[in-house]
C-alpha cells in the first residue's frame, strides 16, 4: 500500500487529506495547530485515527508559516552585507508612494534596522569587471563583531551586478564560514539572479529572516517524518509547485504564500474538469481570508508581489489578496463605538469562546453560533464540541456595550466581517477590471462554505461552488501538485549576428541542471522541459516571453521566436515596429515533473437524503429565526438537490444556503448552489 | 453666493456604477503597463515619468490612476484645448492629436500629450490620452532642463496637430520630431509606446461598450462626474468659509543671479466652493522657473486633494475640478506668456507652490504638512557614449525628505508632491549610460527638527567614465529652506557640488563655472574621472522639537542618522548608552524654558 | 493656408487666465466685451473676482472688443 498525504497548515487550523491511489479513497481530517510544533498535530492525528505511517509514500507539506512570519514580522535577526556607499538601499526604496494624493502615507521600515545595514568595500561593473575588490579584512572584521554581538540569527548578502558576476559575494560566504560557521547565509545571486537592486537585495533580506525559523521548521518536520516512517517528504512552494526539505531549507523565501497555492491548484484542477471558465477562489480559515482570480480556471501568477507597498519580494507566486478575516476574528468595538471585526484572530488557543479553551472575547465563529448557523453536533477538529453558552455570554458582552440585542450583535459581527471579504474578492476582481457576475465562486477552507453565499450575493455572482472537502482542500491541492524548478539565465545576445551555438549552450547548460536536480529529487525519468526566452526590441527595457522548441535548435527555430515576439507584442500593446532590431535577454527552462496522478473519486447516485434535523436559523436580525433544514453532508450523493434555507455539516466544515437559493450535488461529490 | 446645482440625480446602479468606473480606472492602469513595458526610456519604464487618462465624449475626464499629480493636473486643461482646436467634428476614427505646447494648457515643453478620440457608430463617445516626460526635445541643453532664457532654447514644439491619420502615421511630423531630438531612436521607439497604449485602451472600452451599451456607459459617464462633483463639494463644506493667504519664494530663476521671486496663493473657501487666488504672485521671472497655466491649475488641485482625509474615497475625476477655480494673472510667475521659459516650472517651481497653499490650508487644519524638500532634483546627462558611439541623453530624478505631519515624521527619500516618480535603479542606468555610482544613501544629521521631524534627503556621488559629459541642472532650495510648521525647523539645503578628478575638495556651480545659480545651469562639462556630488534637501519640521518623544530621538540615534549632540542641542534629550537619561532631558528641556529652540 | 496666429495674439479667460485658442464665452463687463473659458469662470469673476479687485479684474488680455 502506497498513501500519500497532503497536509496543510495554518494558524489555527491543520488540515490533512489522505489518498490512496489503489481504491482511489479520500480520507480528511482538520485538527487544532500546534504552532511550536507544526507536525505534532499531524502526527498525533495519526495515532489516533490508528493510521499506519509507515504506508504513506510522500507526504505533501503546504504552511502558511513562513507568510505569518513576514505579516507578523517574527523572523530572525538580520544583518545585510553591501556595497559600500548603498548601505540604505532597504531605506529609500524606489522614492514613491502607492497613493499619489496622500500626505499621511507612512513608508514602511523594512525589516533590518540601518545599523545593522553594513557597506564592504567591494565594487563590481555592469559588465562583470571588479572595479575595487573585495575587501576581506573588512569582512572579517563585521562578521566577527556580528558574531561576538550575538544578536543577529542570518546574514544577507547583496551586491551591486552580483547576478553577473558573482565572486564577491561568493567569497564573502567562504569568509563567513571561515569565522561563524552555522550562521545562516543568503546570497543576492542565488535567491533571484536578477537586476534591480533594490528589489534583489529586498527579496534576499526576507530570504535570510525567514532561514532560521524554516529551517528548524523542515528539520522538525524531516525528523517527525522519519520517526514515523513517512516515506518522501515535499514541501509545496509559492509558484504552486513542490519541493524536497533540502532546497525548501536553502531558499525558503520561496514558501511565502505557500499554503494558499495548494488550495489554488485545487480550484483551477475542478475548474478545468467542470469546464467552469473564469471563478474566484477564496480560502477562509480561522485567522485569514484569501482571494484569487482564475481566469478561464487557470491561476494568475505574478513576480511583482510585495509584503507590503515598499517591500517588494520579487520571485513568480501565485496571485492572490489576502486580509486578516477568519473564523476566530475578534469582534471589538472601537473608542468611536464603532463595531470592528479582526484583523486580530484568537488563533487556535484560546480560539473562539465556543471551543471552551479559555476564550471569553467574541469572534466570527461565535457569532455564527448564536445565530444557529453551526450545528454544535458536527464535530470541529476532531475532538470539539461547540459550548453554546460560551459564545451567548461572549456576544451578550458587546451587546450591552452597544445596546443591542445579541442577534443584532451577532448579525452586525458577521455583516463586517462578510463586508472586509467582499472588498478583498473586489480587488482581484472589479478593480482588475473583471466583471465577476458571471463567474464561479469556488469556497473553502473551514469558514468558506459558511459565509460563501452571503460573499457571492454582494457581488452579484449567482454561482457558488463547495467542493466535497472544503476544510480541507488547499491540503488536497497540495497533493495535485507537480515538482517544479525554474531555471534561469541572462546573456545577452543581438538577433543581428546571432551565434547559434551559443544559445544551444546556454539551454544545454540549463536543462543539465534540471536533470542533475531532478535526479537529487529522486526522479528516475528525466522531468518535462519547457523553455522560453525572454526578447524585446533593442532599446526596450523590459522583454515578452517567447516559447521554444526543444532539442538543437536552428536560425529557424530563431526566426520563428522572432515572429512569436512581434505577434505577441501586436496583441498585448497593440503595435508593432517590423524591421527592428530584437534582442534576447534571458533563457529559461521550466522543469516539471508529475508525481502521480490523482483521481478525484466519483460519487454513487442515490436517494434523496433526509434532514437530520429543523431548527432555527436567523438569516437576517429583523426578520428572525427561519425553520431550517439540517443536513450531513455525508448523505448526499450525485444527483442530490436540496432548497435553502439549509445548513449543511460536515467534519471539516458548515454550508450555509440562505433562503431562495438552491444546491445540487455533481459525479464528484461538488456541491454547485444557486443563490 | 450661488454654485452649481449638485442635486443632479444619480442614475446608474450603485454597483455597476462602481464596476464600470473601476473598469476605467484599471483601463487607464493598464496603459501604464503598457507603457512601462514597451518604452525605451528609463524615463517612462524606470521612473514611470508618465500618466494616462481616459475622457468622455465631452472631452471631460473620467477617470485616472495613481499616476504624476502634475501631469494630470494639467490633462484637464492641455487635452480639452487640443479638441477644440482641431475640432471634434475634424476628427475621424484612427486619428491622434498631438502637443507639446506649453502655452496651450501643458505644464512644459518636454511633457509630451497624444489623444485619441474613441468612435463608435460614427460618433466620439470617449478620448484615451497619454501625456508624458520626453527625456530629449532638443533644444539648448541635453534632457532639457537648464537656465533657458526663452520657449525658443527649451525645444521643438508642437502646437496640436495630427500624428496619425485613419490609424497610419503622419510620416511628416515623425521626421520632423525625430530629426530635432539627440535621441531619435529612443524618441521614436517612446511615442510608438505612447499612441499603442491609447490603442490598447480602446480594446478596453470596445469590451465595455459590448457588455454595457452604449446608454448605459453615457449615462454613467455623467453619473461618475457628478458622485465625485458632490463629494469634493461636501469636503469643501466641511472647512471654514474665508481666506487664507500664505507666501514662499524660488530663490532665483537661473539668470538673474541672486534674485528670488514671489509666490502668493489665497485659499477662498465659499460655502462648497473653492477658489483659489494666485493674484500678488511676482511677474514672471527670466528664467524657466515660470509656472504655464496648466501647472498652476494642476498645483492648486495637487493641494486641495492632499489636504482630503486619507479615509476619503472620492474618485477623481473631472466633478472633483468643477468645484475648484482657479485664478493665475496672465504674465505673472504663475501664468507665463509667450515667448516665457516654463521647463523649471513645472518640476521644480509646482511643488513650492503646493507647498505654499498646504501653509494656507495649515491656518484651518492640523492635517497639513510642514514644507517637503522642494526639488525634483532634475539633473540632465548628455553627450556621446563611446562604448557604442552613439549620443544619449538622461534625465535623472530624486527623492527628498518630506514635511513632518500632525501623525509622524515626513518621510525620507520620497519624490517632491508633483510627481511620483521611481529612481532608476543603479543597475539599470550603469548598463545604458557612461557613469557610475559612487554613493547613493541617506545623509545623516540633516534634517528639519521638530516634534515630528522632516524626512531625510539623500546623499549621491557620481563619477564619469568619459569626456565631454554635459550637465544642466534646474533645481531648488540650495539657499531657501524647506519651512517648518507650528514650531517646527526647516528643512537643510540641496548641495551640487563638482571635484575634478585628482581634486579633493567639492566646488559648487557658481564657484566653479561661474554660473548665475547653484542648481540652476545648462551645459557644464565634465571629463573621465571628474566627480559630482548630489546632496538632496530634507523636511521641514512640524511642532516644537523639544517635544518629541525622547525614545524616538533614541531610534534616530541608534540609526546612526542623528548624533548624541544632535540629540541634546536639538531635541533635548540626553542619552545613556542606548537609553535616554529621562531626568536629564527634564533638565535640558526645562532649562531651555520648554520653549525649545527658535 | 490661413495665416498662422501665435498665442500671444489670443485671448484669456478673463477669470481664469487660461489661453483660448478656440471658442469661450463673450461677456460684458465694467464696459467691455471679455471672453471666459466657462460658465463656472464667468460666476468666478461676477462673484468674487470683480466686487474684491474693481477695475483690476479686467485683464487687458481677456478683452476681445
Redesign the interface.
Known amino acids: 500500500m502506497s498513501l500519500r498525504a497532503g497536509v496543510d497548515t495554518g494558524g489555527t487550523f491543520t488540515d490533512l487529506v489522505l489518498y490512496d491511489p489503489d481504491t482511489g479513497e479520500l480520507q480528511i481530517a482538520k485538527v487544532s495547530s500546534t504552532p511550536a510544533a507544526p507536525s505534532r498535530a499531524v502526527v498525533d492525528h495519526f495515532a489516533k485515527a490508528s493510521i499506519d505511517t509507515t504506508a504513506i509514500s510522500t507526504f505533501v507539506h503546504g504552511t502558511t508559516v513562513a507568510t505569518n512570519a513576514l505579516i507578523e514580522r517574527k523572523g530572525a535577526r538580520v544583518a545585510l552585507l553591501t556595497t559600500d556607499g548603498f548601505r540604505d538601499i532597504l531605506r529609500i526604496q524606489r522614492t514613491m508612494r502607492p497613493g499619489h494624493f496622500d500626505l499621511h502615507w507612512v513608508k514602511p521600515k523594512h525589516f533590518v534596522p540601518r545599523s545593522n545595514c553594513i557597506g564592504i568595500p567591494e565594487r563590481i561593473l555592469a559588465d562583470g569587471e571588479v572595479m575595487v575588490p573585495l575587501d576581506e579584512t573588512r569582512v572579517r572584521e563585521e562578521i566577527t563583531r556580528l558574531r561576538d554581538d550575538g544578536t543577529v540569527a542570518a546574514i544577507a548578502v547583496s551586491y551591486l551586478f552580483s547576478y553577473v558576476n558573482p565572486a564577491h559575494e561568493l567569497l564573502t560566504r567562504d569568509l563567513i564560514e571561515e569565522i561563524w560557521p552555522g550562521v545562516h547565509v543568503s546570497l543576492s545571486h542565488e535567491v533571484l539572479p536578477r537586476w534591480r537592486e533594490f528589489e534583489r537585495t529586498s527579496t534576499t533580506v526576507l530570504d535570510a529572516y525567514l532561514k532560521p525559523l524554516m529551517r528548524d521548521y523542515m528539520q522538525k518536520l524531516e525528523e517527525t517524518c522519519h520517526e514515523s516512517g513517512i516515506g518522501q517528504l515535499l514541501i509545496l512552494r509559492s509558484n504552486g509547485g513542490v519541493m524536497s526539505p533540502a532546497k525548501a531549507k536553502e531558499q525558503p523565501v520561496s514558501l511565502v504564500r505557500s499554503g494558499p497555492s495548494g488550495g489554488i491548484m485545487a480550484s483551477s484542477a475542478i475548474g478545468r474538469l467542470r469546464g467552469l471558465g473564469d471563478m474566484i477562489a477564496c480560502d477562509m480559515g480561522g485567522t485569514s481570508f484569501e482571494a484569487c482570480l482564475l481566469p478561464g480556471s487557470e491561476p494568475a501568477f505574478t513576480n511583482l508581489e510585495e509584503v507590503e507597498f515598499g517591500v517588494p519580494i520579487a520571485l513568480t507566486m501565485v496571485d492572490a489578496r489576502a486580509i486578516g478575516a477568519g473564523g476566530g476574528s475578534l469582534a471589538s468595538v472601537d473608542t468611536a463605538g464603532i463595531l470592528k471585526v479582526g484583523p486580530q484572530s484568537a488563533g487556535a488557543d484560546p480560539g473562539p469562546a465556543c471551543y471552551g479553551r479559555g476564550g471569553t472575547q467574541a469572534t466570527v465563529t461565535d457569532a455564527n453560533v448564536v445565530l444557529g448557523r453551526l450545528a454544535p453536533e458536527f464535530l470541529l477538529a476532531g475532538d470539539l464540541a461547540l459550548d453554546v453558552s460560551a459564545s451567548e455570554r461572549a456576544l451578550d458582552a458587546l451587546a450591552s456595550q452597544l445596546g443591542l440585542s445579541r442577534e443584532r450583535v451577532a448579525q452586525g459581527i458577521v455583516d463586517v466581517a462578510n463586508g472586509n471579504m467582499a472588498q478583498a474578492l473586489r480587488l482581484v476582481s472589479t478593480d482588475r477590471g473583471y466583471d465577476p457576475r458571471g463567474s464561479t465562486l469556488i469556497a473553502y477552507g473551514g469558514a468558506g462554505p459558511l459565509h460563501a453565499c452571503e460573499l457571492a450575493g454582494s457581488l452579484q455572482i449567482s454561482r457558488v461552488l463547495i467542493p466535497v472537502y472544503p476544510g480541507a482542500f488547499s491540503a488536497f491541492g497540495a497533493l495535485l501538485a507537480d515538482t517544479r524548478f525554474d531555471y534561469t539565465q541572462t546573456r545577452r545576445m543581438r538577433m543581428r549576428d546571432l551565434d547559434i551555438d551559443a544559445v544551444n549552450d546556454v539551454l544545454q547548460g540549463l536543462e543539465t541542471r534540471a536533470a542533475r536536480d531532478f535526479r537529487h529529487e529522486g526522479f528516475v525519468e528525466a522531468p518535462r522541459l519547457v523553455r522560453s526566452v525572454d526578447v524585446r526590441y533593442v532599446g526596450q527595457n523590459w522583454e515578452l516571453n517567447v516559447p521554444l522548441p526543444g532539442g538543437e535548435l536552428t536560425d529557424g527555430d530563431i526566426a520563428a521566436g522572432a515572429k512569436s515576439f512581434e505577434d505577441e507584442h501586436e496583441r498585448f500593446y497593440g503595435y508593432s515596429i517590423p524591421g527592428e532590431e530584437l534582442e534576447l535577454l534571458t533563457f529559461n527552462v521550466a522543469a516539471v515533473g508529475t508525481r502521480h496522478s490523482v483521481e478525484l473519486p466519483k460519487l454513487a447516485g442515490g436517494p434523496q437524503p433526509e434532514p437530520i434535523d429543523r431548527r432555527p436559523v436567523v438569516f437576517m436580525a429583523d426578520d428572525g429565526a427561519v425553520e431550517t433544514a439540517v443536513y450531513d453532508r455525508s448523505s448526499f450523493r450525485a444527483g442530490t438537490e436540496i432548497a435553502g434555507p439549509a445548513v449543511v455539516g460536515q467534519v471539516d466544515a458548515t454550508t450555509l444556503l440562505p433562503p431562495g437559493s438552491v444546491g445540487r450535488v455533481d459525479e464528484y461529490g461538488n456541491l454547485t448552489i444557486t443563490v | 453666493m450661488t454654485t452649481t446645482p449638485t442635486d443632479k440625480r444619480i442614475v446608474t446602479d450603485p454597483f455597476l456604477l462602481e464596476i464600470i468606473r473601476n473598469n476605467l480606472i484599471t483601463t487607464c492602469k493598464e496603459m501604464g503597463i503598457a507603457m512601462m513595458r514597451t518604452s525605451y526610456s528609463p524615463m517612462f519604464n524606470e521612473a514611470l515619468d508618465f500618466s494616462c487618462v481616459v475622457f468622455d465624449g465631452r472631452a471631460e475626464m473620467i477617470a485616472q490612476a495613481p499616476f504624476i499629480p502634475a501631469q494630470i493636473g494639467s490633462t484637464v486643461h492641455v487635452v480639452p484645448t487640443a479638441i477644440a482646436e482641431i475640432g471634434a467634428e475634424n476628427l475621424s476614427p484612427g486619428d491622434v492629436i498631438f502637443t507639446n505646447d506649453p502655452y496651450r494648457g501643458n505644464c512644459h515643453l518636454p511633457e509630451f500629450v497624444v489623444i485619441k478620440p474613441y468612435f463608435r457608430d460614427g460618433e466620439i463617445l470617449a478620448y484615451t490620452a497619454n501625456i508624458a516626460h520626453m527625456t530629449d526635445v532638443g533644444g539648448m541643453v541635453p534632457a532639457a532642463f537648464g537656465d533657458h532664457e526663452n520657449m525658443f532654447q527649451e525645444g521643438i514644439r508642437f502646437p496640436p496637430v495630427k500624428i496619425y491619420e485613419a490609424d497610419r502615421e503622419v510620416e511628416a511630423i515623425f521626421r520632423i520630431l525625430i530629426s530635432n531630438v539627440r535621441t531619435p531612436k529612443a524618441s521614436y521607439g517612446d511615442m510608438k509606446a505612447m499612441i499603442g497604449s491609447l490603442y490598447l485602451a480602446e480594446r478596453r472600452i470596445d469590451e465595455l461598450l459590448d457588455r454595457y451599451g452604449r446608454d448605459t456607459y453615457e449615462q454613467c459617464c455623467e453619473d461618475i462626474k457628478n458622485v465625485s462633483e458632490r463629494l469634493m463639494r461636501a469636503q469643501i463644506a466641511s472647512w471654514p468659509d474665508g481666506e487664507y493667504s500664505a507666501e514662499g519664494q524660488l530663490e532665483d530663476d537661473g539668470v538673474v543671479p541672486d534674485r528670488p521671486w514671489k509666490i502668493k496663493g489665497t485659499l477662498v473657501i465659499r460655502g462648497d466652493e473653492l477658489i483659489v487666488d494666485f493674484t500678488g504672485s511676482d511677474p514672471q521671472c527670466f528664467g524657466p522657473a515660470n509656472q504655464t497655466f496648466g501647472t498652476t491649475a494642476s498645483s492648486a488641485y495637487n493641494a486641495v486633494f492632499h489636504m482630503l482625509p486619507s479615509e476619503s474615497e472620492i474618485p477623481y475625476n473631472h466633478g472633483c475640478y468643477r468645484a475648484i477655480s482657479v485664478i493665475a494673472p496672465p504674465g505673472s510667475i504663475v501664468n507665463v506668456n509667450y515667448p516665457g521659459s516654463s521647463v523649471g516650472g513645472n518640476s521644480d517651481t509646482h511643488p513650492t507652490t503646493v507647498d505654499i497653499l498646504l501653509k494656507a490650508f495649515s491656518q484651518i487644519s492640523e492635517r497639513s504638512s510642514a514644507a517637503d524638500g522642494g526639488t525634483c532634483g532634475c539633473i540632465g546627462f548628455g553627450g556621446d557614449d563611446p562604448r557604442t558611439r552613439e549620443p544619449y541623453a538622461h534625465l535623472h530624478l530624486e527623492g527628498v525628505g518630506w514635511g513632518g505631519r500632525n501623525d509622524g515624521d515626513g518621510n525620507d527619500a520620497q519624490f517632491v508632491k508633483n510627481g511620483n516618480c521611481a529612481n532608476t535603479p543603479i543597475e539599470v542606468a550603469e548598463t545604458r549610460y557612461p557613469f557610475l555610482n559612487i554613493e547613493y544613501q541617506l545623509e545623516p544629521g540633516k534634517v528639519g527638527h521638530g516634534r515630528h521631524r522632516g524626512g531625510f534627503g539623500t546623499r549621491r556621488i557620481f563619477r564619469f567614465l568619459s569626456d565631454g559629459v554635459h550637465i544642466s541642472s534646474h533645481t531648488n532650495r540650495h539657499r531657501e529652506r524647506a519651512w517648518g510648521l507650528f514650531g517646527g525647523e526647516a528643512g537643510t539645503n540641496t548641495v551640487i557640488a563638482f571635484r575634478r578628478k585628482g581634486e579633493t575638495e567639492w566646488v559648487r556651480a557658481r564657484e566653479a563655472f561661474g554660473t548665475a545659480s547653484y542648481g540652476k545651469f545648462s551645459n557644464v562639462v565634465m571629463n573621465a574621472g571628474d566627480e559630482m556630488l548630489f546632496v538632496t534637501p530634507s523636511g521641514g519640521g512640524y511642532g516644537n522639537a523639544f517635544e518629541r518623544d525622547p525614545e524616538l530621538v533614541l531610534v534616530d540615534v541608534a540609526d546612526e542618522l542623528l548624533s548624541a549632540k544632535d540629540a541634546r542641542e536639538s531635541y533635548g534629550v540626553a542619552l545613556d548608552g542606548n537609553t535616554v537619561d529621562l531626568a536629564e532631558t527634564a533638565v535640558l528641556r526645562s532649562s531651555a524654558g520648554g520653549g525649545g529652540r527658535s | 493656408m490661413t495665416l498662422y496666429r ?3 495674439e489670443m485671448p ?1 479667460c478673463g ?5 483660448l ?3 469661450g464665452i463673450e461677456a460684458e463687463r465694467r464696459g467691455h466685451a471679455i471672453l471666459f473659458c466657462s460658465e ?2 464667468v ?2 469673476f461676477d ?3 470683480e466686487p474684491r ?1 474693481g477695475d483690476a479684474a479686467v ?1 487687458p ?1 481677456s478683452i476681445v472688443r
Not at chain 3, 477669470?15 to 489661453?19: E, I, P
Request: charged share 25%; glycine share 10%; with cysteine.
Open positions: 501665435e498665442v500671444n484669456r477669470s481664469c487666465g487660461k489661453l485658442t478656440s471658442g463656472q469662470c460666476r468666478v462673484t468674487y473676482k479687485y485683464w488680455e
